[in-house]
C-alpha cells in the first residue's frame, strides 16, 4: 500500500480513527485542531506567494519612479521657458502647467507611500523567518506593526487612534514574531470589537512600570460579559464569528504562549463600551 506523505487525506484518516475510541468532546477538539492546521498552512503557502509577489514589485516600483523624475525634470524645464514666454496665451499654459506639476507631485508621495509599505512588509518577513533570538525595541515593532494596518480601510478610515509609546523601553532579547504577532492578536480583537461601535477609538501605549515592559491596547467596543472573560484564554473559546465566517478562538491562547518565555503575563479588564488587555514583560 502506498504511503502517504505531509498532512494530506492518508493523515487525516488516521488521526480521525484515532479519535473514534475518545470521548466526544475530545474527538470534536480533535478535529478542531486539523481544521485549524489546515488553515495555518493554507495561509502560510499564501503569505510565502505574497512575499515572492512583494519583492518582485520592486522593479517596476523603480520604473515609474525614475520616469516620474524625468518628468519632473522636464516640467521644470517647461516653467523655465514659460517665465520667458510673452503672449495672450501664457496664463492659460502656465496653469496647465501648474495643474500637471501639482498631480505629479501628489504622484510621488504616493509612490514612496507604496515603496515605504513594501519595504516594511519585506522587512517584517525578514525579521519574522529569522530563528536566532536578538535583542528587539518593542517600540519600533508595534510602530511598524499599526503603520501597516493603515492597508485596511476601516482602520485608516473609521478609528480614531491614540497611541503613545514610552521613549528608553529597554529592549528584549527573543524572537520578533513573538511580539508582532501577539500586538496583531490584540489589534485584531480591538478593531473587531469595534466594528458596529458608534464610537471606534483603539488606544496603543507602552510605558516602564515597576521593572516591567508594559503594554496596553485598548478599544471602545461592546465589552465583555464576566462569564466569558473567565473562558476567553481557553482555546478555541471565542466570541466572535458566524457560521458564514467561523473564528478560531486561538488568539490570545497564542499571546499567552507566545509570552511564557519571556515570563510575560496578560490581563484583561472589560465593562461595556471599554475593554483593555495588558501585557507586562518583567526586565530580567
Not at 23 to 29: D, F, N, V
Not at 52 to 68: D, E, K, R, W, Y
Not at 91 to 111: C, G, M, N, S
Not at 152 to 161: Q, Y
Request: glycine share 6%; hydrophobic share 40%; proline share 4%.
Amino acid at each position: 500500500m502506498a504511503k502517504s506523505s505531509g498532512t494530506g487525506t492518508g493523515d487525516g484518516v488516521l488521526l480521525g480513527q484515532a479519535a473514534q475510541g475518545l470521548p466526544e468532546s475530545a474527538a470534536e477538539l480533535m478535529d478542531r485542531c486539523l481544521h485549524e492546521l489546515v488553515r495555518y498552512y493554507r495561509h502560510s503557502t499564501v503569505g510565502r506567494r505574497c512575499t515572492g509577489v512583494i519583492h518582485n514589485m520592486n522593479t517596476p516600483l523603480q520604473v515609474i519612479s525614475f520616469q516620474l523624475e524625468l518628468l519632473e525634470q522636464k516640467t521644470r524645464e517647461e516653467a523655465t521657458l514659460l517665465a520667458e514666454l510673452i503672449n495672450p496665451s501664457t496664463p492659460h499654459l502656465q496653469a496647465l502647467h501648474d495643474y500637471r506639476d501639482q498631480k505629479l507631485k501628489q504622484l510621488h508621495q504616493e509612490v514612496d507611500k507604496l515603496r515605504d509599505m513594501i519595504h516594511r512588509i519585506a522587512l517584517q518577513a525578514v525579521h519574522e523567518g529569522e530563528e536566532e533570538q536578538c535583542f528587539l525595541d518593542l517600540n519600533q515593532i508595534f510602530q511598524d506593526e499599526l503603520e501597516l494596518y493603515l492597508a485596511d480601510p476601516f482602520f485608516k478610515h473609521r478609528v480614531e487612534k491614540e497611541f503613545d509609546f514610552a521613549s528608553g523601553l529597554p529592549p528584549i532579547h527573543g524572537h520578533y514574531v513573538d511580539f508582532s504577532q501577539s500586538l496583531r492578536h490584540l489589534v485584531d480583537n480591538a478593531l473587531e470589537a469595534m466594528a458596529e461601535s458608534p464610537r471606534r477609538v483603539l488606544t496603543v501605549t507602552t510605558a516602564l512600570q515597576d521593572n516591567c515592559r508594559v503594554l496596553r491596547v485598548g478599544d471602545t467596543g461592546a465589552g465583555i460579559s464576566r462569564v466569558d472573560q473567565a473562558r476567553l484564554f481557553q482555546p478555541f473559546f471565542t466570541t466572535k464569528g458566524t457560521a458564514d465566517k467561523p473564528r478560531a478562538g486561538l488568539g490570545l491562547f497564542m499571546t499567552r504562549r507566545f509570552l511564557a518565555p519571556y515570563k510575560g503575563e496578560i490581563s484583561l479588564e472589560s465593562r461595556a463600551g471599554q475593554t483593555w488587555a495588558t501585557v507586562y514583560l518583567p526586565v530580567m
